[in-house]
């Protein structure tokens, strides 16, 4: 019997990088995703996007993200980011609009993740998704060309 697999990173933003909030989670998570060895997979493209738009959302919709954390437990990948604004309603994806310029990140989160939610943190809130780990037991689905004779 195999131990249980438990991975954690932990960034804590900072004004002194110079660098823009999104751009500092994305190398984070790119680099936490390649040491777990998630990032060649179907979870780890979908890892960076979900993190992405946690980020810009709290880019754009608060003073920006305090801090980032990336969880594997062997059956699924937990990303939260926690910012400083204390919504007491969780953010609602709304209706999505396809064809409008904007207002896709949470609608692209829900569509991906096994489930996403938000709760308070210590003055602000933290606003996270579950992405399926390969291999943890959910079907993986694959497209499949047939072959020309």
Do not use: C, Y
């Amino acid at each position: 019997m195999s131990a249980a697999v438990h991975h954690h990173r932990h960034l804590t933003f900072t004004a002194e990088s110079g660098d823009s909030p999104v751009h500092v989670g994305r190398v984070f998570t790119r680099h936490a995703l390649a040491d777990w060895r998630l990032a060649s997979s179907a979870t780890g493209d979908d890892a960076q996007l979900v993190a992405s738009e946690l980020l810009t959302n709290a880019v754009r919709h608060t003073a920006g993200p305090l801090a980032m954390d990336l969880d594997d437990d062997g059956s699924r990948l937990r990303i939260t980011v926690t910012d400083p604004r204390p919504d007491i309603t969780p953010p609602d994806p709304g209706s999505h609009q396809p064809a409008g310029i904007g207002g896709h990140g949470l609608f692209i989160v829900d569509r991906l993740a096994l489930h996403w939610g938000a709760f308070p943190e210590g003055r602000g809130k933290a606003v996270w998704a579950d992405l399926p780990v390969p291999g943890a037991g959910q079907p993986l689905t694959v497209a499949v060309r047939p072959r020309s004779s």
